[in-house]
């Protein structure tokens, strides 16, 4: 694997400012100290029995692994354990414990304001999900889940959860399209709609979302949000067994995660509320069990190298390609759509943008809006003119932007999730 200086190299390369580690690896901690990059830290699986059994265990692990690198490094969350409630269910009486002892000690150091305190959770844990109005957390986890939804809102943080529309798809028996899982683009008759609440839902990710917040409501906890921890596709699994694991689909729904996160599209229960997401996983692990796609979920090879590119807001930006410019011109949000299509019609008549991707069939139709095809050509024209001054305007409907805020990334060396395995 690359050492923790190239991990952050990388990182800082691709501007990716959030960053979730498996564990408190003090060489990766090292690497990220001073570089501004937002870090949640994690307590192993095999570490929870001590920190939950233990006051002074809990305050130790804080002491060694957080209060001894901050404020050098950017430590926002612990997460403590990882799908406790269904990878290590003899363990569950001690997570609501271990989220206590841990804050605790967080309050002792003075840190509990700035670094928040959750557990992240499979989404399996919730039952009868669609339509989302009608899920509820799986009732024999509910002694945990009470207390734990309890103490997630009194301390001000949030449900971590991870949701994988690829597992859901496969697991469906072809109930579930591979489109709507993909967030591709539905007509009205496709879209899934909640007949209690007449919601739409154009995809996976955001029903499996808003069935977590009607979950909590259901327990009559409203005001804790959401935090995706985990969400991916595998570019390669075995085409008998896992046929749309390939590099295709991962590039599409990754590429159309990050366009929803980015543009703080929200669930149709929580419109315009962006629900911060981290992408699994930052490197292929040649070396895990299991199924071939197991070992294929990965951004980038051990040697740093693009598994495959990510096309964003339609514009074929390929950020895992570009380390050199990290400056983009897209659609200018909320900008009106006869300026945009003006610019459209500018920039590949008289402009000279070859526009052809653009074309139905071609690579960067979709998705079909005058928003992402205006991104398209702008971006080209704005890098074909050297992005000089000026060259990113056009009746101010177009808008530079330096990085993309929001991708957020999970992995394991240890283990980061981007992602980091």
């Known amino acids: ?41 994690s307590v192993p699986n095999e570490q929870l029995l001590g920190v939950g059994q ?34 290590l269910p003899n363990a569950a009486p001690l997570l609501v414990p271990a989220l206590r002892y841990v804050h605790a000690a967080l309050v002792a ?29 799986n009732r024999t986890l509910e002694p945990v889940m009470v207390p734990m ?37 539905l007509p009205p008759n496709k879209e899934a709609v909640d007949a209690n609440t007449l919601l739409h839902y154009t995809n996976v990710f955001d029903a499996v979302v808003d069935a977590a917040y009607f979950a909590m409501a259901y327990l009559n906890v409203t005001n804790v949000p ?47 509320i962006a629900v911060p997401t981290y992408i699994y996983e930052l490197y292929d692990e040649d070396q895990r069990p299991g199924t071939l796609s197991e070992r294929n979920w990965g951004l980038f090879d051990a040697n740093g190298v693009p598994v495959y590119t990510l096309h964003l807001t339609g514009s074929g930006v390929l950020l895992a390609n570009d380390t050199t410019n990290q400056t983009y011109c897209i659609a200018k949000e909320g900008a009106d759509a006869k300026l945009l299509q003006a610019a459209l019609d500018w920039a590949c008549g ?25 991104t398209y050509a702008f971006n080209a024209y704005y890098h074909g003119m050297g992005m000089g001054s000026g060259t990113c305007y056009f009746n101010g409907v177009m808008v530079t932007v330096y990085f993309l805020e929001g991708i957020y990334v999970a992995f394991i060396p240890v283990k980061i999730s981007i992602a980091y395995e």
């Not at 130790?60 to 957080?66: D, G």
């Not at 304001?113 to 009868?128: A, E, N």
């Not at 075995?238 to 703080?264: G, M």
């Open 350 to 374: 008289p402009g000279k943008v070859d526009c052809s991707v653009l074309m139905q069939g071609q690579p960067c139709y979709d998705p079909y809006t005058v928003e992402a095809h205006a």
């Open 109 to 137: 150091a003075n840190l509990d304001r700035q670094i928040k305190v959750s557990t992240p959770h499979s989404s399996s844990i919730i039952l009868d999900s669609f339509p989302p109005s009608q899920a509820f957390f």
């Open 149 to 185: 939804l309890k103490f997630l809102q009194s301390t001000g943080s949030y449900l971590m959860l991870n949701v994988y529309p690829y597992y859901d798809y496969m697991q469906s028996n072809g109930v579930i399209p591979l489109d709507y899982a993909l967030f591709r683009p």
């Open 1 to 41: 694997m690359p050492s923790p200086t190239q991990v952050v190299a990388l990182l800082k390369s691709q501007e990716i400012r959030h960053v979730r580690l498996y564990d408190a690896d003090p060489a990766m901690l090292a690497a990220l100290a001073n570089t501004g990059i937002r870090v949640t830290v």
């Open 54 to 87: 233990s006051n002074a265990t809990a305050a130790n692990w804080i002491s060694r692994n957080v209060v001894a690198h901050v404020p050098a490094v950017n430590i926002t969350a612990v997460a403590v354990g990882s799908e406790v409630l269904t990878a």
């Open 226 to 272: 959401v935090v995706v921890l985990e969400s991916g596709w595998p570019h390669k699994g075995d085409p008998s067994e896992e046929p749309d694991a390939t590099s295709d689909n991962a590039d599409t729904y990754n590429s159309n995660l990050i366009r929803h996160v980015l543009n703080s599209t929200g669930t149709p229960k929580h419109p315009g």
